[in-house]
């Protein structure tokens, strides 16, 4: 009896998996009816709800499982708000084009704007936090001190929602920085809350152009097909890439889903265990020969420094950190020591960042780029490689040679990357002035 009832539950459940595949293949994103005013809106294609409680880690930039999309599918996410300025931006391009996302909400700037935060659970969104004051040292920091953020950030953002709070707070959390911690994660799992990591990044917190942004954003998203977007909706240049994002996303059968927590009242949607593991295509596996094998490894999570790959374990946390919010590192004084990079095969440096671990995709995304193309081009003007003769026997006076050839060497491999899709992915260790990175870490929100 048991037996048949748990076959006849797994044949609906497979049918209905069936059937939700089916439409994921035919339906198309939205119809116009679906979003009056807006014939051409890319629209939401449908709801996904998760029980925090069965999935309680996802994205597969730091976790084995991420949400269970169908290929093609794709979850935005918005975080640090709200900022009024540029979140209503971001709500009015994202009404228009009827799509939903989820808000990680930081609690000292819902308590800034209150009124951000309500429009949010007004427009629809899923609303999830952020710890209180964004601090960015997670995985350091004493955990009491830890839970406290977590705590403080939840109630800011509740008390801006009043008698709404249980409805429309979701229990999903973002770690700042995605500077995840055993600790911190355990915390939120005994409160029955998700963390949400990412499955790629725009590096809109960066000083790069909005057309970067977009690039990045669609270039990792089409690298693996579909998943979790991490953007933030107080950067200005993100509001400025965010309508051709959506664009292209329409322009290339992309649809939008959007995710809301069980309840008693709202099952989790049907899913099968497998469906929660992204794949990477073999297309993108044979575009990257050089992919290390961690990459692809069955593992619970890549946490961020522990890849004895990448030189730079031991470099001081706060650099670490910094990388997450410095738009470029500081100008190098001298091209980086040719032991603390990493070469990879060009075509895959988008694939890797997002792939691989979490601070090489940042840090490379945060100095390599600047780096790379400053070296390259430094090194145009005296010839990389190969140097004359008479500059070689100027040259040749120890240090200032083995930088010259270092350039050249960091050029080569720099232009190759820039010729390429994406960042390059040279990932260089660099220590700049420590004052700097903490006057930079005061400012970001
Ligand atoms: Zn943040």
């Keep these: 009896m048991i037996g048949s009832t748990l076959g006849g539950a797994r044949a609906r459940r497979s049918a209905l998996l069936a059937v939700g595949l089916l439409t994921c293949f035919i339906a198309p994103a939205a119809s116009a009816a679906d979003c009056p005013g807006h014939p051409n809106a890319l629209g939401t294609s449908r709801t996904l709800v998760v029980d925090p409680r069965e999935h309680r880690l996802i994205g597969t930039m730091q976790y084995r499982e991420t949400l269970p ?198 099952p989790a949607t049907p899913t099968e265990p497998q469906q929660w593991l992204l794949h990477p295509g073999p297309e993108a596996i044979a575009q990257w020969p050089e992919v290390p094998n961690f990459l692809f490894a069955d593992v619970g999570r890549l946490p961020a420094p522990a890849l004895p790959d990448f030189d730079h374990a031991n470099e001081a946390p706060m650099l670490r950190e910094a990388s997450l919010l410095r738009p470029s590192w500081p100008e190098p004084a001298e091209p980086a020591p040719e032991s603390a990079t990493v070469t990879l095969a060009a075509p895959s440096g988008s694939l890797f960042e997002i792939q691989g671990n979490l601070d090489v995709a940042l840090r490379s995304a945060a100095f390599a780029s600047h780096h790379a193309q400053k070296v390259a081009s430094s090194t145009r003007e005296t010839g990389p490689k190969r140097l004359s003769r008479r500059e070689s026997r100027r040259l040749a006076s120890g240090r200032e040679m083995h930088h010259a050839r270092a350039a050249g060497r960091h050029a080569h491999r720099a232009e190759a990357a820039v010729s390429s899709q994406g960042t390059p992915p040279a990932a260089t260790a660099r220590r700049g002035p420590l004052k700097r990175l903490v006057q930079i870490k005061k400012k970001h929100a």
Excluded at 85 to 102: M, P, Y
Excluded at 134 to 141: D, F, V, Y
Excluded at 176 to 205: C, H, K, M, N
């Design 69 to 266: 999309l169908a290929d093609h599918e794709v979850v935005l996410t918005f975080d640090d708000g709200p900022l009024p300025r540029n979140s209503n931006k971001i709500l009015e391009i994202l009404g228009d084009q009827c799509v939903k996302a989820t808000f990680f909400t930081i609690g000292n700037m819902a308590r800034s704007s209150p009124e951000g935060v309500r429009k949010l659970r007004d427009a629809g969104h899923t609303i999830g936090t952020h710890t209180q004051n964004h601090p960015l040292n997670m995985k350091r920091m004493p955990l009491e001190r830890a839970k406290q953020e977590v705590d403080d950030g939840i109630a800011s953002v509740r008390a801006t929602l009043g008698d709404d709070a249980d409805a429309a707070l979701a229990p999903f959390f973002r770690i700042p920085g995605l500077s995840r911690a055993d600790g911190v994660e355990e915390y939120l799992g005994t409160l029955g809350i998700q963390v949400w990591s990412a499955d790629f990044l725009a590096d809109d917190w960066r000083h790069i152009s909005s057309s970067r942004v977009y690039d990045l954003a669609i270039n990792r998203l089409e690298a693996k097909g579909k998943g979790i977007l991490l953007l933030h909706d107080i950067q200005a240049r993100t509001v400025a890439a965010l309508p051709r994002i959506l664009e292209t996303l329409k322009a290339r059968g992309y649809r939008i889903v959007h995710v809301v927590p069980a309840s008693p009242e709202r």
